[in-house]
């Protein structure tokens, strides 16, 4: 068994009840070739840092699976054949994986998940709104790109500010 | 010989590789913020003389930047609007 990460770009254009069957698809198609699913995280709505089929903006899911390579020629030939896709990338994390340790770790996961949930409601809420604040100036490109384009100064501030942005 | 090119060398800071100095700086693809820190605003990867990274680090650098850009979360070159 070896484990993967397998990024893919959706079209931003499709709604929830078009994409959730591309998604089952693929998730069941980790299950029937005796893979397993360690986690499917949808980053959302981002902008591409290039046109990819005339498309400005993408819809990222991170599929965390482990498998072997069969499982992945046929995912990668699932997504080359679906419109829905723009793009995908397979990255071997890992070779030769522990079955179990993999399944200990998709259970704490859950649980920590669960925690979470149960005691940190009103953090959360905090933490949500802090984060829609500071979106705005980290989400667009382009002016990040023009303070760049100032004098050498402006430019190394812009990069300390996108620092601190991440490590928040 | 030696000893004059030494004496017209400005004085240079050290630099340090910023990933073995702090060992929470992680090297990911998925994480485009902390890559761009180490390419121009043309997109291009800055070399390991100028960013001062350790010849390890740098290596891991460039496969995650390149895998950034296969999958559109880094630009193979950005265009400058100012042009």
């Known amino acids: ?168 | 010989m030696a000893r004059f090119k030494r004496r017209k060398r400005m004085f240079r800071r050290r630099k340090i590789c910023r990933f073995c100095a702090d060992s929470s700086f992680v090297i990911d693809y998925k994480n485009p913020r902390t890559l761009r820190l180490f390419t121009t605003e043309r997109g291009k990867i800055i070399p390991r003389r100028i960013s001062g990274n350790c010849a390890k680090h740098q290596r891991r650098l460039t496969t995650a930047i390149k895998r950034a850009r296969t999958i559109a979360l880094m630009p193979y070159s950005a265009s400058l609007s100012h042009y």
Request: net charge negative; hydrophobic share 35%.
């Open chain 1, 1 to 168: 068994m070896r484990r993967y990460e397998t990024v893919f770009i959706v079209n931003p254009s499709l709604s929830q009840e078009e994409s959730q069957p591309l998604f089952d698809k693929l998730t069941d198609l980790i299950a029937a070739h005796q893979g397993l699913m360690v986690k499917f995280d949808e980053w959302g709505h981002k902008r591409l840092a290039y046109e990819i089929k005339q498309q400005t903006r993408g819809y990222y899911i991170l599929l965390d699976f482990c498998g072997n390579g069969s499982l992945v020629k046929e995912l990668e030939r699932n997504m080359r054949l679906d419109d829905r896709v723009l793009k995908y990338m397979t990255v071997c994390v890992a070779k030769d994986v522990d079955e179990e340790a993999v399944k200990t770790e998709i259970q704490a996961a859950e649980e920590a998940a669960k925690a979470k949930e149960s005691s940190a409601g009103p953090v959360e809420d905090a933490a949500a709104s802090e984060a829609q604040e500071q979106a705005p100036p980290g989400e667009t490109l382009e002016p990040s790109l023009g303070e760049a384009e100032a004098p050498d100064n402006a430019a190394v501030s812009t990069d300390e500010e996108e620092l601190t942005d991440g490590k928040v």
